[in-house]
T-cell receptor
Framework: EPEVTQTPSHQVTQMGQEVILRCVPISNHLYFYWYRQILGQKVEFLVSFYNNEISEKSEIFDDQFSVERPDGSNFTLKIRSTKLEDSAMYFC???????????FGSGTRLTVV | GENVEQHPSTLSVQEGDSAVIKCTYSDSASNYFPWYKQELGKGPQLIIDIRSNVGEKKDQRIAVTLNKTAKHFSLHITETQPEDSAVYFCAASLSNTGKLIFGQGTTLQVKP
């Protein structure tokens, strides 16, 4: 069964550093998403991406965050200057649209120290 | 904005019993309600979804019911098995490609 692949599975970074979280969505999917889950809290929407542009973003997704689909297969989330409160599990997801729902990746655990 | 509340936070049942997890949502415009199962170290996996033009949907041992008037929907798992043990999340959205608003999650433990 096709999968959404996320790398790395765990990343530790120093506060103030830039991080890039990488995702390879399912190949024929058209809609792409990032969500995050802080330990013990709800899964929260960050951003959705369709037709090479952001279609919706949450209040969390401020100027420190950006997304790219640089080569038609990868979908990346960049955090420019990480803060301690950015520590969370970040999930990428994709959807083909139509009547189908999302497929989530296994997540990247980001730890900011 | 939209809010989704999920209960209970933990649920323990004996193998073979049924399990029911309930969610309420606040935005009456929501019309897509998926349920996800999350096992340790994995991402959420879609197990069943329902749209607002349907009141109930079944897939083998899993069923979901939706009451649009009351703005609540429920997941029913019958004949539970130990491999059903996981965290279950409900979510609501304006569409199946729109942003999902998640509930808090329910940790289901099925005891052999």
């Amino acid at each position: 069964e096709p999968e959404v692949t996320q790398t790395p599975s765990h990343q530790v970074t120093q506060m103030g550093q830039e991080v890039i979280l990488r995702c390879v969505p399912i190949s024929n999917h058209l809609y792409f998403y990032w969500y995050r889950q802080i330990l013990g809290q709800k899964v929260e929407f960050l951003v959705s991406f369709y037709n090479n542009e952001i279609s919706e973003k949450s209040e969390i997704f401020d100027d420190q965050f950006s997304v790219e689909r640089p080569d038609g297969s990868n979908f990346t989330l960049k955090i420019r200057s990480t803060k301690l409160e950015d520590s969370a599990m970040y999930f990428c997801a994709s959807s083909p649209g139509g009547d189908y729902g999302y497929t989530f990746g296994s997540g990247t655990r980001l730890t900011v120290v | 904005g939209e809010n989704v509340e999920q209960h209970p936070s933990t649920l323990s049942v004996q193998e073979g019993d049924s399990a029911v997890i309930k969610c309420t949502y606040s935005d009456s415009a929501s019309n897509y309600f998926p349920w996800y199962k999350q096992e340790l170290g994995k991402g959420p996996q879609l197990i069943i979804d329902i749209r607002s033009n349907v009141g109930e949907k079944k897939d083998q041992r899993i069923a979901v019911t939706l009451n649009k008037t009351a703005k609540h929907f429920s997941l029913h798992i019958t004949e539970t098995q130990p491999e059903d043990s996981a965290v279950y999340f409900c979510a609501a959205s304006l569409s199946n490609t729109g942003k999902l608003i998640f509930g808090q999650g329910t940790t289901l433990q099925v005891k052999p």
